[in-house]
């Protein structure tokens, strides 16, 4: 990868609005990441949850809970951290999708029939981010700003800070 593409990765002018949004977003997934992967808060761990999977139609059982736990518990801290945030939101919103489709959405939206109303608010959510970054206070654009100084990207050479 080259450093603009790096760079358009990281970097993002969304401000701390997307704190906001990440932080908690970034908490509730890793704590259900942690019920799939380690049994914790309640949950079943990779054994109990692939099962589960499994019993869903979601082959093979064990694999899609450790890939379904792996991106909430990793992509969920990733998001608090504000580090690589557009990959982890897009990863977590790609999982919000197979729950909406394959547990909640024959249940209708509403959360107290096990619809999909949280899972929709999940995705909304990590969509935004995967749009538009992490915001201003994060490790992205501290990485960002690292990368090419505090020149953009696109100057010349001949205008970028020497290091």
Do not use: C
């Not at 358009?8 to 992967?37: D, E, M, T, W």
């Not at 869903?56 to 951290?81: R, T």
């Amino acid at each position: 990868m080259n450093k603009q593409t790096i760079h358009n990765i990281l970097k993002s002018g969304a401000g701390l609005a997307a704190l906001a949004l990440r932080v908690p977003v970034g908490v509730i997934l890793a704590a259900h990441g942690a019920q799939k992967l380690f049994g914790w808060f309640g949950g079943y761990g990779l054994e109990g949850t692939g099962q589960w999977m499994a019993s869903i139609g979601l082959e093979p059982g064990y694999l899609m809970a450790l890939l379904a736990g792996s991106a909430e518990f990793y992509g969920g801290l990733a998001l608090v951290l504000g580090l690589l945030t557009r990959p982890a939101a897009a990863v977590s919103a790609f999982t919000m999708l197979v729950a909406i489709f394959s547990v909640h959405f024959e249940h209708g939206l509403f959360l107290t029939n096990n619809g999909y109303e949280y899972a929709l608010a999940l995705f909304a959510t990590t969509v935004a981010l995967t749009i538009q970054g992490a915001g201003s206070f994060s490790v992205d654009n501290r990485l960002a700003k690292k990368l090419v100084g505090n020149a953009s990207v696109n100057e010349p050479s001949h205008l970028k800070q020497v290091a």
